[in-house]
């Protein structure tokens, strides 16, 4: 598996994961605007905002938030040691 391969199967991974274990987070970008990213969401209010430069520093962003806000977290417990 390419260098590439490897990393869009890590970020589709980090998002799977995140979504499995039922935490909520947003990726959107306009086309000029940089890729922002969010932990949580409109109803409920955001743990953490930012923006970044890539999807796959989005995955990466969201994997290092997730395990700082839910360290308790089955997705924290399996990415902790990432972080």
């Known amino acids: 598996m390419s260098t590439p391969d490897r990393l869009k199967l890590n970020v589709e991974t ?3 994961d995140l979504c499995a274990s ?6 959107s ?3 000029e605007g940089g890729i922002v990213v969010e932990l949580g969401d409109p109803l409920n209010g955001y743990d953490a905002e930012g923006q970044v430069s890539t999807v796959a520093k989005a995955a990466l962003w969201l994997r290092d938030q997730a395990c700082a806000h839910y360290p308790d977290s089955e997705f924290a ?3 902790g ?3």
């Open 77 to 79: 417990r399996k990415y």
């Open 29 to 31: 970008w306009l086309w």
């Open 14 to 16: 980090i998002l799977d």
């Open 22 to 27: 039922e935490i909520n987070a947003s990726i």
């Open 81 to 83: 040691a990432f972080v």
